[in-house]
């Protein structure tokens, strides 16, 4: 059946799938869950909104009482989208061709290029007298435009519109790592990282509206982290900057079997002097070590309390303790096994062996979730569950 679907972009397909497996997360699989995992309590706090009685509860971002997301003339009439966002309106950035809208400067200003309509201006007003013709009462408010008109308007009314939409990039990751840009699934950029981990970029011509960028980096040593997505709007004539971005830390487990007792090393590249995580399973408690300056951690690993005999997962991230706020997210799930049977430690999210990861693997997986179904636990730790989805993701083809 999966012939049929016709997916030309391999960013839009993971991003699809993200959503797709979330919605089968909280109404099927939780149905499924067993008694086994009962353990395990998640404390929530529950609260209750109405969107359309005209107040503005934390967690909506409007609610004008009627909600009804249609096109609005101007800021202040405005009409909210079911309590999540505005409707589309002059005054909101971006230009509504369908609506007629000729430009959208972001505002409902006349004399700046754009009126009060979001239509282009032209001919425009000068301050003070002009040389027009202002008959018997003196100097006229119109005239030829010049030094003292609207700046760059030409002789005959006509404006050359200079504003320009680009787009700026910052962000960190580890000193001296290459990092690709993906846009749609494609390579958009590739940057390094500078001895400080810092990386910056810039883009110009962009396309206003809302847009998906992803980024993952590799280390000098070649490990790959997994991918960081942000999605943001992109103003138009204006200059949009995105910073911020933390890029996960690189994460590989050496050897990726061992016998029970022994020890084992967990390695990568992370954010310089920051405080690396590794936990190892469901451990609530994780190991934890500091990044050197050059961005490269190590954690050696006593493997005496762990299951013998089976498969286990080590994930990891960062955190300043200097600045609590700033903590990445979570490396590339990776497994290793604890023992001396001959098994296989490579991953393969080929589920079908037909040579490429794509829906028909994903099928297979959600078919099996919540399993012991050897063919679909990707990382061989007795079930199929996130770690397994999240490796599936990682090694996705298309």
């Known amino acids: 059946m999966y012939d049929t679907l016709h997916v030309n972009s391999r960013w839009f397909v993971q991003i699809s799938l993200v959503l797709s497996f979330y919605l089968f997360v909280f109404f099927y699989i939780g149905a499924r869950t067993d008694s086994a995992q009962a353990q395990y309590i998640a404390t929530t706090t529950v609260s209750l909104t109405v ?16 909600n009804s997301g249609l096109y609005a003339f101007s ?60 008959g018997s009462g003196g100097g006229g408010g119109r005239g030829t435009p010049g030094d003292d ?23 960190r990751a580890y000193p001296g790592a290459t990092i690709t840009v993906l846009r749609d699934g494609e390579v958009e950029r590739v940057v390094e990282a500078d001895s400080s981990a810092n990386f910056t970029f ?18 000098r040593a070649g490990r790959r982290s997994i991918t960081y997505a942000a999605t943001f709007q992109v103003v138009q004539n204006a200059v949009t900057t995105l910073s911020g971005i933390l890029i996960p830390p690189t994460l590989t487990v050496t050897p990726e079997k061992a016998p029970q007792g022994t020890a084992i090393s967990f390695a990568g590249s992370a954010l310089p002097s920051t405080k690396v995580q590794a936990y190892v399973d469901k451990a609530d408690k994780p190991e934890e070590t500091l990044a050197s300056t050059n961005g490269e951690w190590t954690i050696s690993y006593d493997t005496t309390k762990l299951t013998n005999e089976a498969f286990h997962t080590v994930k990891a991230n960062y955190i300043d303790e200097d600045n609590i706020q700033l903590k990445s ?3 590339l799930i990776t497994n290793f096994y604890v023992g001396t049977r001959d098994v296989g430690t490579g991953l393969t999210a080929d589920l079908n062996n037909d040579g490429v990861v794509n829906l028909t693997d994903f099928s297979i997986l959600l078919f099996n979730w919540n399993t012991t179904n050897a063919v679909a636990d990707i990382n061989k730790d007795g079930s199929v569950s996130l770690p397994d989805f999240s490796i599936l993701l990682f090694y996705w083809t298309g």
Do not use: K
């Not at 969107?51 to 009627?66: H, L, Q, R």
């Not at 007629?100 to 505002?107: A, F, L, R, S």
């Open 51 to 66: 969107c359309g009685d005209s107040i503005v509860a934390p967690s909506e971002f409007c609610d004008d009482g009627t």
């Open 75 to 134: 800021i202040a009439t405005r009409n909210c989208s079911s309590c999540i966002a505005w409707g589309q309106y002059c005054g909101d950035g971006v230009i509504q061709p369908f609506e007629g809208e000729e430009c959208d400067d972001g505002n409902n200003t006349a004399g700046d290029y754009c009126d009060v309509s979001c239509q282009n201006e032209s001919d425009p007003v000068t301050e003070g007298g002009g040389g027009g013709s202002g």
């Open 149 to 171: 008109g609207i700046p760059d308007a030409s002789v005959d009314g006509g404006i050359e519109y200079l504003g320009e939409t680009n787009l700026n990039i910052a962000g």
């Open 202 to 219: 810039s883009l110009t011509e962009q396309t206003p509206g809302i847009t998906t960028l992803g980024f993952w980096a590799a280390d």
């Open 329 to 331: 997210g979570y490396s």
